[in-house]
Structure formats: C-alpha cells, structure tokens
C-alpha cells in the first residue's frame, strides 16, 4: 500500500509555532514517526510539506495517480481551499483529515472544513497521534477496500 502524508502551510514551522496550541513536536519529529508506523503497517510512505496550495494540488494528483491513499493536514487551507477539495474528489483519493488542534474548540472560522465533505474520516485534536491513529485506519481501509 502506497500512502502520501501532506501537510500544508506553517507547520514546517512546529515545535516553535504556537507550543500552546501545537506542542513542542516538530514537524520532522511526527515524520519519523510515520515512517515508524508506516513500516510496521507494511506500507510505503512519502511525507512532504509545502506552503503553497499548488504544491498540494499538485502532490494530490500524484497521489491519484499512483492510487494511494492521503492524509492530510491541511493548516488554514482547509478552511478556504475549494482546490484542495477538488483535487481530493476528482482523484478519487482515500483520505483522512488531521489536525494537531480541536478546530471546533477554537475560532469560528476555523469550524468550517472544505475537506471534509471528501474524506473518509476526520481526526482532530490529539496532537501528533492523530497522525498515526490515521495511517493505521487508512491501511485498513485500503485492504479492506470497502466504501
Ligand atoms: C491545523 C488547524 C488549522 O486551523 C490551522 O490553520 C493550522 C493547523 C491543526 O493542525 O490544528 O495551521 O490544521
């Protein structure tokens, strides 16, 4: 099973951005250990960051067409991205949804996901494990290959 991480704007900058809000995990931190847990899932896994919504859209329509699955943080893109959204549905790519933070516990407009409607499942709130929580249900999905 092939599975690409994405992770949008600013959280190249964790460890140091927000603590408060993030925890002091870095972003390099959370990447091993996705390659951790991807190898104990027998899965292949590529991890990257990108500031720019193009690069995301991009790396999207890669992940469609080598028919892996996503997950994704999106950062504040989740709640202005329609290409984002898009680029999810029209690939037909299995994806789950992370976030570090409760988004629904913070300010309103971070409430609103333009993800979501397209993803299997949406995990927030638990910090870096959400990641992980992610890639173990996506494998099971992708074996089981249901709906
Ligand atoms: C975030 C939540 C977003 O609202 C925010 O813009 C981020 C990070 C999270 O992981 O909690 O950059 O996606």
Not at 19 to 30: F, N, Q
Not at 91 to 105: D, K, M, R, Y
Not at 115 to 131: E, K
Request: net charge negative.
């Amino acid at each position: 099973k092939e599975i690409f991480v994405l992770n949008g704007p600013n959280l190249n900058r964790l460890g140091t951005r927000e603590p408060e809000i993030y925890g002091s995990t870095t972003l390099a931190d959370i990447e091993s250990m996705c390659m951790t847990k991807a190898s104990e899932l027998g899965a292949t896994l590529t991890f990257r960051q990108s500031n720019h919504e193009g690069n995301l859209v991009d790396w999207i329509q890669e992940a469609a067409d080598k028919q892996a699955g996503l997950v994704i943080n999106p950062a504040a893109y989740t709640h202005t991205s329609v290409a984002l959204q898009d680029a999810i549905k029209a690939g037909g790519v299995p994806t789950i949804e992370v976030h570090l933070s409760n988004i629904h516990a913070r300010e309103s407009f971070r409430h609103k996901s333009y993800v979501s409607p397209v993803a299997l499942g949406v995990i927030c709130g638990l910090g870096a494990r959400g990641y992980l929580l992610a890639l173990d249900a996506l494998v099971s999905h992708l074996e089981q290959k249901h709906d």
